[in-house]
């Protein structure tokens, strides 16, 4: 079983080179690297030379954009499962071989999932789901990360592109939801993905910081889930939860004279309405 990993990249270099080493440190050695680079320069080149004799690694070019370019490292993808770390993501030891002897005894499934902890082990994405099982529209939300993803190349093939009009560097106001939105195109066609909370992949915290530019990527993000919910015609039940969480942490910021905080719940509130009455 050979994996395809995608990993799509801008401004980052210290980062790719941890992915690579966590990569170059599998004892499951039958995959291939595809680094999508947005970069305006060749600032990977020193990072990608040392693993060039070690794995398969393909260097191409991409415009800005996640979803665009996650779409250009598709065209190039060989392998029987395919994945999307980020570029600031690394694996654990032993992961492709968990999700190798998933795949192998359970042919039933075409896609796992997992959760994302930090180098501390604390969950450093959202607060996921407790329960392993069948993943379906509303459990998405709780169940799936892009680099906790991994999907059987039948899932890629009926599937298709990401949409480009999600996710980061997209150029609309849909700072995220990409990610989500391919596997609820992938549930409509009746694939069925797995979600296991033993299934884990490292990534960093978000900043803690909460200044002009993390409120306005709250804002993006928050565009992003209002647009996916709108785009698959969600119950007005769930819209209305989706509504009421980050409205309900903005008053209790509030009430905790936690003015920062209650900005970043608030800014995330305007951007689900503005995302759910996009066209």
């Known amino acids: 079983m050979r994996f395809s990993l995608v990993l799509?990249?801008?401004?980052?270099?210290?980062?790719?080179?941890?992915?690579?080493?966590?990569?170059?440190?599998?004892?499951?050695?039958?995959?291939?690297?595809?680094?999508?680079?947005?970069?305006?320069?060749?600032?990977?080149?020193?990072?990608?030379m040392p693993y060039l004799e070690r794995f398969p690694l393909l260097h191409v070019r991409?415009?800005?954009?996640?979803?665009?370019?996650?779409?250009?490292?598709?065209?190039?993808v060989s392998g029987d499962v395919i994945a999307f770390p980020d570029d600031d993501c690394w694996y654990p030891l032993g992961v492709l071989e968990q999700v190798r002897n998933?795949?192998?005894?359970?042919?039933?499934?075409?896609?796992?999932?997992?959760?994302?902890?930090?180098?501390?082990?604390?969950?450093?994405?959202?607060?996921?789901?407790?329960?392993?099982?069948?993943?379906?529209?509303?459990?998405?939300?709780?169940?799936?990360?892009?680099?906790?993803?991994?999907?059987?190349?039948?899932?890629?093939?009926?599937?298709?592109?990401?949409?480009?009009?999600?996710?980061?560097?997209?150029?609309?106001?849909?700072?995220?939801?990409e990610e989500t939105d391919y596997v609820i195109r992938s549930l409509l066609?009746?694939?069925?993905?797995?979600?296991?909370?033993?299934?884990?992949?490292?990534?960093?915290?978000?900043e803690a910081v909460i200044d002009k530019r993390m409120l306005k990527r709250?804002?993006?993000?928050?565009?992003?889930m209002g647009r996916v919910l709108s785009k698959h015609r969600y119950p007005l039940w769930f819209k209305a939860r989706a509504l009421v969480r980050p409205l309900g942490g903005t008053m209790l910021s509030l009430s905790q004279f936690a003015a920062p905080k209650a900005a970043l719940h608030w800014n995330r509130c305007l951007g689900r309405v503005r995302g759910l009455f996009s066209s």
């Not at 039933?108 to 607060?127: K, L, P, Q």
């Not at 169940?143 to 890629?156: D, E, P």
């Not at 709250?218 to 992003?224: K, M, P, Q, R, T």
């Open 218 to 224: 709250s804002f993006s993000y928050g565009c992003g």
């Open 62 to 76: 991409s415009e800005r954009g996640l979803s665009r370019a996650r779409n250009v490292g598709l065209k190039y």
């Open 102 to 177: 998933f795949f192998e005894m359970h042919s039933e499934w075409d896609g796992v999932t997992g959760r994302s902890i930090d180098a501390r082990g604390e969950e450093s994405a959202f607060s996921f789901g407790k329960e392993d099982g069948l993943i379906d529209q509303f459990s998405v939300w709780q169940q799936a990360i892009s680099y906790t993803i991994f999907l059987r190349r039948s899932v890629i093939d009926k599937v298709g592109l990401f949409d480009e009009t999600l996710g980061l560097g997209a150029g609309t106001i849909f700072g995220s939801g």
């Open 189 to 206: 066609l009746g694939f069925r993905i797995y979600y296991s909370p033993r299934l884990l992949v490292h990534h960093p915290h978000p």
């Open 8 to 48: 799509a990249t801008v401004g980052r270099t210290r980062e790719v080179g941890e992915m690579l080493a966590s990569l170059d440190a599998q004892h499951y050695r039958d995959f291939e690297v595809i680094v999508v680079d947005q970069n305006d320069d060749n600032r990977l080149t020193p990072v990608l």
